[in-house]
T-cell receptor, first 113, second 109 residues
């Protein structure tokens, strides 16, 4: 299995631009998670989906952030407009069940200048 | 109070020693508990999972869980320089994992 696949690995953009991060979960995993990691705040859960349905988006910082999961094999996290404080590493993870551990992708390092 | 708290680091141990990492959590209904290792610039990877009170051993790693005290720990025996990383404690409730801030371990040769 290829594991969780995220793209791009690095993204550098200017403030105000739209950023789209992509994720392909492990086949057969029915839960998908988006986390953000910074030195100051650690690893924060932004949103998670179960069977393609958003279950908890309480971690999404504000309306500039949105996430979709149109099918079982693809999810996007969009930031529009981006701000310098959004600079972080964004991880996508998937899991086969509610008591199972997470399998993380390699992350997307986002830099907003 | 944070939902998941880990002992503040960094933690430094000599090669061959035992490293002890601790974690407390606030949500009593938490069901599953995980330890992840994260090397600098890499993604977290699972090293141990534990679901019931007591000890669980896997090679040089032992996880301990005490639900009454809301406490989970990780012991690393015969520490190696390759164990130098940040260790993240995660507490899972109904599929949602909350992470501690991590403890950075350095094993000195």
């Amino acid at each position: 299995d290829a594991g969780v696949i995220q793209s791009p690995r690095h993204e550098v953009t200017e403030m105000g631009q739209e950023v789209t991060l992509r994720c392909k979960p492990i086949s057969g995993h029915n839960s998908l998670f988006w986390y953000r990691q910074t030195m100051m705040r650690g690893l924060e859960l932004l949103i998670y989906f179960n069977n393609n349905v958003p279950i908890d988006d309480s971690g999404m910082p504000e309306d500039r952030f949105s996430a979709k999961m149109p099918n079982a094999s693809f999810s996007t996290l969009k930031i529009q407009p981006s701000e310098p404080r959004d600079s972080a590493v964004y991880f996508c993870a998937s899991s086969p069940g509610p008591r199972s551990p997470l399998h993380f992708g390699n992350g997307t390092r986002l830099t907003v200048t | 109070q944070k939902e998941v708290e880990q002992n503040s680091g960094p933690l430094s141990v000599p090669e061959g020693a035992i490293a002890s990492l601790n974690c407390t959590y606030s949500d009593r209904v938490s069901q599953s508990f995980f330890w992840y290792r994260q090397y600098s610039g890499k993604s977290p990877e699972l090293i141990m999972s534990i679901y019931s009170n007591g000890d669980k051993e896997d090679g040089r790693f032992t996880a301990q869980l005490n639900k009454a005290s809301q406490y989970v720990s990780l012991l690393i025996r015969d520490s190696q320089p390759s164990d130098s990383a940040t260790y993240l404690c995660a507490v899972n409730d109904a599929g949602k994992s909350t992470f501690g801030d991590g403890t950075t371990l350095t094993v000195k040769p």
